[in-house]
């Protein structure tokens, strides 16, 4: 994976500090510094949650060299939207991986806007096709993390995963799901607030 590149003014500056001793801050000093346009301390920020930030990128693009362009993207935003972080509503890392959720997200749906205006069926073969140009470092990286997501939604019922594919995987929004499966829009909201309990307790055992 390629590493960070932020065009523009840089903004101000702190002097002599390094990227090393910004990786000595916590995720919340960091957010911090990038806010105040620190451009050594996105880049820290960058070396700590890229990895993550790719791996999702990747799982759902299943495309490598889309993947880095949108994990290049999704940190230009944190460094645009840096200000607008609340300390109080999270952990950085819930932050940075909603933006990064939202972005792909965006990406998606535009790839599938643009396939459907010619040929509707090359957006589903394009989810069956493997990603080319993945070294065998990341393509078990991709796998392992695929299986621990795959691992955890077994423990949804049908219903409640068929929704939350629709959404993650596919990019579809609640409203959209409601007509395609053709329930009730509350119907969909309680099956997919339902299925985010359970994963958020499964997801958070797997990592202790």
Known sequence: MTGLYVTGPA???TGNVSVVEYQELDDHQLMKCVAQS???????LYSRYSSPVYSLAMYMLKQHALAEEVTQDIFLNIWLKAGSFKADRGAPKSWIMSVAHHKIIDV????????????PAEY?????????G??????VEQNM???????????????QKEVIMMAYFSGYS????????????????TRVRLAMQKLRVVLDDDTK
């Open 134 to 139: 993945i070294s065998t470092e990341d393509q």
């Open 174 to 189: 609640q409203s959209e799901m409601a007509e395609i499966l053709k329930q009730p829009l509350g119907t969909i909201k």
């Open 38 to 44: 620190e451009k050594e301390a996105l880049e820290a």
């Open 108 to 119: 998606i749906r535009s790839r599938k806007r643009s396939i459907k205006s010619t040929e």
């Open 124 to 132: 589903d073969m394009l989810e069956l096709l493997p990603a080319s």
């Open 145 to 159: 993390e695929r299986e621990r997501i795959l691992k955890a939604l077994t423990v949804l019922p049908p219903a």
């Open 11 to 13: 903004g101000p500056q």
